[in-house]
């Protein structure tokens, strides 16, 4: 019988074109081309209109499984193609997991950025806010209305790189004692702002042309010399050690009446002599003082009603102190090797 001879045919053509697909592409053309409207089995289908009602039957029939056989042939094959994707992916691509991974450098919080942090959380837990001011300062903040007037010998000890003759790079954060007495117009002032400053200093092991510091200052009614010292004392313990001492030393600021230095007793040998104190048992850590009233009063304070204090901390110094660094030029050389000596602390 014709058709079903060539139902016979087209099935073995298309078994054999799908065992032959190499992918899920010649698939999809497949099943198009002999199952779609426009294929040869349909052709047949449509023909059957002029059979006898009993080979339609038969014919009909025939070619339904035959549509079925080439379906599942085709669903077969694809399935044994993914499979094979998934073994060649899983063969290919697989993880060597016996090679050497990559390592990736940790890097460490900087000494100086952890000292910041640490000053910074001691006076915030007496009340301080954080303040800070530009690097580029004017002359009037960083100099004049400090109760340093032009021409005033006080600016030689802070020898600057001025970049007109009003602006310079601040030499010392003391400017910000400035700004924020004029921002607070009269309030009272608990601030510690640390930041960076710049000296005309050659570099050697203690001195550096840009460095930083801590500028505290407070201004309210009846402060008094005391209260510096009681705050200064805190820090130090909390800082330093609790079993540390202070001690004012007479000193001049041109900012402060009167000035002070303050020493620590050595937290090497306890106050005894050794040569980190060079055998004094003291050593320097910062300038202090009450507020001068002319600065209190040029930044629209009454020196009469308010008095304050103030203090600048060389930061590279007291950190320096704490961990034993005999050179601040460690500080900035970017040498993983003394860098790497902080890493785990706190
Ligand atoms: N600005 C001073 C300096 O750089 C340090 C200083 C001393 C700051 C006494 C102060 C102070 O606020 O009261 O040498």
């Known amino acids: 019988m014709k058709e079903e001879e060539q139902l016979q045919l087209i099935e073995k053509d298309a078994l054999s074109k799908v065992n032959e697909a190499k992918n899920q592409n010649d698939l999809n053309d497949l099943r198009s081309f002999y199952t779609g409207k426009k294929s040869p089995l349909s052709d047949i289908l449509k023909m059957m209109a002029n059979l006898a009602i009993e080979q339609k039957k038969i014919i009909g029939k025939k070619a339904n499984e035959v549509k079925t056989r080439i379906e599942e042939s085709i669903n077969a094959r694809r399935k044994e193609l993914e499979e094979a994707a998934i073994n060649y992916r899983l063969q290919n691509e697989r993880i060597d997991v016996s090679l050497p991974g990559k390592t990736f450098k940790v890097g460490t919080m900087h000494p100086l950025t952890r000292t910041i942090e640490e000053v910074e959380e001691i006076f915030m837990g ?150 980190i104190c060079k055998h004094s048992g003291w050593i320097e850590l910062l300038g202090a003082g009450m507020v001068h009233p002319n600065v209190l009063r040029e930044a629209g304070y009454d020196p009469e009603v308010y008095q304050g204090f103030a203090f600048g901390i060389g930061i590279e110094r007291a950190t320096m102190m704490r961990h034993g660094i005999d050179d601040i030029r460690n500080f900035y050389l970017n040498d993983q090797r003394f860098l790497n000596q902080f890493k785990g602390e706190n």
């Open 126 to 275: 007496m009340g301080y806010s954080i303040a800070d001011g530009p690097e580029v300062e004017i002359d009037k903040f960083n100099f004049e209305m400090l109760n340093v007037p032009k021409g005033h010998p006080a600016r030689d000890m802070q020898d600057s790189f001025y970049i007109t003759e009003n602006y310079l790079m601040r030499t010392q954060t003391s400017p910000v004692q400035v700004r924020t007495l004029l921002k607070k117009k009269g309030e009272p002032v608990k601030i510690l702002a640390p930041g960076k400053v710049y000296r005309r200093d050659d570099d050697d092991a203690t001195h550096s042309h840009q460095f930083m510091q801590f500028e505290g200052l407070v201004v309210d009614k009846n402060i008094t010399m005391s209260d510096l010292k009681g705050t200064l004392e805190l820090f130090v313990k909390k800082m330093f050690g609790s079993s540390l001492k202070i001690r004012f030393k007479p000193s001049y600021f041109p900012f402060t009446e009167p000035s002070v230095e303050v020493d620590v007793s050595c937290f090497k040998c306890g106050g005894s002599g050794c040569p």
